[in-house]
């Protein structure tokens, strides 16, 4: 409800932020804001929203409460009357997360600003100086808000608190872009505002992240009070705004009050301590502090597991099959993770396959130059296909690629039966193109297709806090969370209905029957099998899970051996009937390797890969690590080479070497430190401090042996498929003709 | 690509520039070639069991013998609807017949024994009928036989094979009665047919039975006359070959061996074809430079057009793209393909200057026989460099006179520069057979370091002439020249480095080429040298010893590891040899520069170098020049005093002079010269 000018109580054009402007901004900021009345108790912005409004009080009273550095519980900051501001960090050049939540403590009144606006009226008021001044003061303003969410200004006597409002200054930083490198001379000491920066070293020229930040988190301000260079480097894992204090007044006002840096000292060891409790043991290839920011920025993340999953793609498959345009909006690349289970080595490896995760703050919505990418309030971020110009800026700038660029026009489901698959690379003129992501199938009855078509129930979509218990609320998590387990609900046990298929099988190939009453059993039975095809592929038209049918259909198979047995015995007669049984006896065969495939491929698989990789990604990962390999060689002591030449090489490339990572069962770090133990007993000792890089080279060695056994774990999972396919079409065209034939001859 | 944290950039971070498109995964595809494949078996299934003989596929227990198909019997005739066995219709027809034999009647009478067991209506069946005209026709269950051979007309006699006899009797031994029914011979076999025609009925007895048709010629007179003309028949033949139902299995195997084979390949097509580059035209020359122009009131700062351009020549100010660095357009237009709404349009500029007089196949008008490809042509890109080596190489072949390919002393072809035009001509050359030899001043494909971005974005892969295509679509320069290093020594490419070109002369029809070391003849010339020209050297004197410690280009900052280092001049790429050396560890790094500040290069080189200067992990001496290197150490003059620094390793960067020289000794003129001559 927007009121005139004229009835905007004067008290808040007093406001110190307002004080100054001219009657043209004035009467535009009436213009573009509002009033709003609040009663006692109401929330008017929490902690985390995005901040975009600037609020003055007309009257009554209202505060700003946050959980502080350190503390357990929420404390009010600052409580604000007739006259004051508040939520100034939404004039500052990037549009950051709400720190505190704002609460009405007494019933009133509030001037509702946008910040663009005012940001623009006020740059158009009066002379320069107006501005900079308004603008050092909004500065004062959030830093100070800043500092008092971290929680150390009772700590500081107020001209040191006045000293460091005026000399601190706002940093913005990119995801990925260096704060600082290790070794750098400490300049200054940063709060973080907004956004997540980790701490990380660098060995060997692999990033080893030692530390998280978030809001509220200083950083380096140890090495700032005693002045040494930089222990650790510091990049920003996503967007962030910082306040850089400068040193030597950091150092100042941290002398004269000790128990600051105590405090500060005492924030710290608490948090690290949190930390490496996440930091799993000598088990995991990966472990969750791979991309935390991923994590924290997700609201609705795809999880496969990889344990469970057999790798066969009708995730993938069936996304395709329900959209119009045939493409799939899932692929099964990306980063793993190993769910940390208190009390247990390891846990669940979680894949984060390529599909949208429905971020807080989306970098594609952000980016998309018409606005066709939007949020609604249920939290789900859809495109509004009519707008998209296929510019691709969304698919460029998505971190983890979970959104493409497809062809507009897309062929239909039937593409692709006659056509193979478009080369990857056709020129952007070609075809017009729009930009395609998941949409979490809100327009199908059931669900996400994905988790309904998979035949293991290995694929879910969860909120990332109940990945993480106890993650803290500084990365979105929630203290309480369901342990990973409790993610993929298991509807249908498939060891029961097998247990009793098998026995019912061994009942019916014992009972005698007539040959008829037995052919009609096992043909049926067959036929039923047979059509296990359908209902998958009749997901557009409503089908609930597959996971009943795919059970179903294993238990049905194992019966169909008894039927088989029952109907014609062992013997192979030498015409058309001998090769229905010949026909059915290959396929129930190529069905039952699938079946020990699924049963016990999956689980030793998951603990030799790195991440997810498609069949047709790892030939070319293979040349990847043949690629590193030399790089990682060259410039390395002649000791180096020489190990490599006499022991690695003929390692990765042994013939029977991935059958031997397999039947040891060791994981890839274990199998690293074996052959590194392997190594050093061989050199006994000599060619100490020659050995500079020889991790490097052992760990990709053991990668490529990882590679070829991948090649032959997903090989297996996949190379009964055509014969059990193939043979079932054969087995009903024969068994129509034997029908046929038998009904005739009789 | 996935790009995860600690694979990002570590200096800045960028966001992506190659364009992430859908494509459909093995996972997607997978469903249907299996229902292509499946298919394709039923479709071989069909044509095979409609294909093989009909007499082999057996769609009942077998067919019927010849007189029970005469007399038009059906299964229902003698099996009982839903039984298997058919026993006891036989009398229907028939009549019951008894055994003269003990032993069989008892069996007879037990049950044990009943007509099929010996006289099978399928399988087994076989028989003889006597056809008018001395002719009879000899039936198994199903094939046929005819033959010549005097009998009375329209008797049929029923053959009975000895293994039904020899489930019960062991022919083999001479005391089992069942040896008489057998002949010695080797017919006589468990093999042959059984020669006792007295089972039923004494051979003598020759009463006729009462009227059935079927008794007709098993009775009567004809009887005795009828066997005796069969005998010798049943003798002389083995059995006939009876007609094995495996056609259905061969059908069977055919289509699924079809089947599998189908999907797989399908499975391979789409691989091929998912890998396979789209064939690469080489760029036309265009006679006038291009501009981007924007509209700026309908562009969307959507940044598709600065992320295309190779060369940064675009930027986006206050939202909406600006061309920043025109002179940089090399014309290339990905800008405008990729703009979503046409707001950028590409205008003719002023004719381009020094624009090399080249005809189609990038031979020199004014010097037949010298060919120029790659970026000293105007043309720019890596792949369209390529593609020209292979194209003047290709022209190359053609032209060269026979008498000259293979010869030892004179080569068909030099090619000068080894960048990716050179060496895309030398792969092509040594595929197609000609005597070549590549001249590179530096190190192999040393221009792409200079190349502006530190990652370099390949949206298509490089199709280099016999090694196939090279796909690295984003990877960083060292990456690339340590693939195309490696490509070097695997093909064995007659590739000298450190070999710089000094004069270019003729002797009669054929090329000289003069180096520092050798010269070369050769009947042609292809100039692949680049725009960056040879390095500037140092002006000071140069110990002999010391010689070897001064290079003019960094070929791999790990080998610096621990040694003190002296870098001349302060331009982006000895910046950036200064960064990567100042990060190797135990190394200490000098810079010389002749200015007293920095006066050019990219703004992020120029911080980095900063901060290093700060960490203490560099130094630099601005106003100095070098005077001397000795072996050990490097003099300087620094603000007029004279220093000496103890020194492990000299490296040269201060710009280069560019080969036009060169270019005028072969004879390739420019429109420019040409223009001022007329």
Known sequence: MTLAKATWPPIVWTAAVLRGLDDRAKGELAAAGDLRDAREGDRVYEAGEAADTLFVVASGVFALRAIRRGDREPTTLRTMKRGDSFGEEATLRASPARPSEATCVEAGRLAVLPARLFRRAAERAGPAETFARLERMLRRAATLDAFRAAGFVGCLDPADLERLLDASEHVYLERGETLFRAGDPSTHAYLIGDGMLQLQSEDDERLHVRAYLTRGDLVGSAEACSGEPRELGAAASGAAWLVAIPQRDFAAAARRAPELLERLQRIAVDKQAREQALVVSANTTQHIFKDLYRLSVARSLLVIDQDTCVRCGHCAWSCANVHDDGVSRLLRRGDKVVVPTPGALGGPSLLLPNSCQHCQNPACMVDCPTGAIGRDPKGEVFIREDLCIGCGSCAKGCPWDNIQMAPKDGAGIFAGIFSVARPAHASAAAAAEVAVKCDLCRTLAGGPACVAACPTEAIARVHPSDLLPGLGAGVGGSPEGQKAAGLFPRSTRAVPWLCGAALGAVAIALIPGARLATGAVAGTLLLALAAYTLPKRLRRLGGGRLRPSFVAHVAGGTLSLGAVVSHAGFRLPDNLAGALVVSFWATAVAGACGALAYRFVPARLSRIERGGALPEDLPARALAIEERTFSALSGRSELVKAIFARVLRPYALAWLGPLALLASGRTLREEQAHLGERIRHTLAGQGEGKLDGLDAVVRLAVDRRAVRAQRLLQGSLRVWQPVHVVGTVIVVILLLLHVVAELRYR | ?678
């Open chain 2, 1 to 678: 690509m996935n790009r995860t944290l600690a694979s990002i950039d570590k200096s800045t971070a960028r966001r992506a520039r190659t364009l992430p498109r859908a494509a459909a995964t093995s996972d997607v595809t997978r469903a249907r070639d299996v229902l292509l494949a499946a298919l394709v078996a039923a479709m071989t299934l069909g044509a095979g069991l409609a294909l093989v003989p009909a007499g082999s596929l057996r769609l009942s227990p077998g067919p019927l013998a010849r007189p029970h198909v005469e007399a038009g019997l059906a299964c229902a005739s003698c099996h009982a609807a839903g039984a298997t066995s058919a026993a006891g219709s036989c009398a229907g027809c028939h009549g019951t017949h008894g055994s003269t034999r003990a032993g069989h009647q008892r069996l007879l009478a037990r049950g044990e024994l009943g007509c099929v067991d010996c006289h099978a209506a399928h399988g087994t069946a076989e028989g003889i009928t006597f056809l008018s005209g001395d002719r009879f026709v000899r039936w198994g269950a199903g094939p046929e036989e005819t033959g010549a051979g005097s009998g009375p007309a329209g008797a049929t006699v029923p053959f009975v094979p000895l293994a039904a006899c020899s489930r019960c009797h062991d022919l083999a031994s001479p005391r089992d009665p069942a040896a008489r029914c057998s002949s010695p011979s080797p017919a006589g076999s468990s093999l042959g047919i059984s020669l006792c025609f007295d089972e039923h009925q004494a051979p003598t007895d020759t009463a006729a039975a009462p009227g059935r048709i079927a008794c007709a010629h098993q009775h009567g007179p004809s009887r005795f006359a009828a066997w005796e003309a069969a005998a010798p028949i049943a003798q002389r033949a083995t059995r006939l070959a009876a007609g094995r139902g495996s056609g259905a299995w061969w059908a069977v195997a055919v289509a699924f061996a079809a089947g599998v084979s189908a999907f797989a390949a399908i499975g391979a097509a789409r691989h091929s074809r998912r890998s396979k580059a789209l064939p690469s035209q080489p760029l036309a020359r265009t006679t006038n430079a291009r501009l981007p122009q924007i509209n700026a009131s309908t562009c969307l700062g959507c940044y598709a057009c600065v992320d295309a351009c190779p060369f940064d020549v675009l930027e986006i100010q206050r939202y909406v793209a600006v061309v920043a660095r025109p002179a940089d357009c090399c014309g290339v237009v990905l800008c405008q393909q990729v703009c979503p709404n046409g707001s950028l349009t590409i205008a003719e500029g002023a004719p381009i200057e020094h624009r090399l007089r080249l005809d189609e196949h990038l031979e020199s008008l004014d010097a037949p026989g010298v060919f120029v490809a790659g970026d000293l042509g105007g043309v720019p890109l890596i792949k369209n460099a390529i593609a020209q080596g292979v194209r003047a190489v290709d022209r190359v072949a053609d032209g060269v006179p026979r008498r000259v390919r293979g010869g030892a002393t004179c080569h068909d072809v030099v090619i000068v520069g080894a960048g990716p035009a050179g060496l895309s001509a030398a792969l092509r050359a040594q595929e197609l057979g000609l005597s070549y030899v590549c001249l590179e001043q530096g190190t192999v494909a040393s221009s792409i370091r200079s190349f502006p971005r530190n990652k370099l974005v390949f949206d298509q892969p490089l199709n280099l002439p016999v090694e196939g295509d090279l796909w690295l679509q984003e990877c960083t320069k060292e990456e690339l020249l340590a693939q195309w290093a490696r490509i070097v020594r695997r093909r064995k490419l007659a590739i000298r480095e450190g070999c710089r070109v000094t004069d270019i002369g003729r002797s009669g029809a054929d090329f000289v080429v003069t180096t520092s070391g050798e010269t070369f003849s050769a009947a042609r010339l292809i100039l692949a040298i680049g725009k960056r020209g040879t390095p500037r050297t140092l002006g000071c004197a140069i110990d002999d010893a010391a010689a070897a410690k001064v290079s003019y280009s960094l070929a791999d900052a790990r080998s610096f590891a621990s040694q003190r280092v002296l870098i001349v001049g302060l331009g982006d790429s000895a910046m950036e040899a200064a960064i990567a050396i100042a990060r190797q560890p135990g190394t200490t790094v000098a810079i010389s520069y002749r200015g007293k500040d920095f006066a050019r290069g990219r703004a992020r080189n120029v911080a980095e170098v900063k901060a290093l200067v700060a960490r203490g992990r560099l130094r630099i001496a601005f106003d100095s020049s070098v005077t001397r290197v000795n072996v050990s150490t490097v003099e300087l003059t620094v603000s007029g005093r004279a220093e000496s620094l103890p020194n492990d390793a000299v490296l040269v960067l201060i710009g280069g002079t560019p080969s036009w020289d060169l270019l005028q000794r072969a004879g390739v003129a420019s429109n420019a010269v040409v223009a001022d001559v007329t």
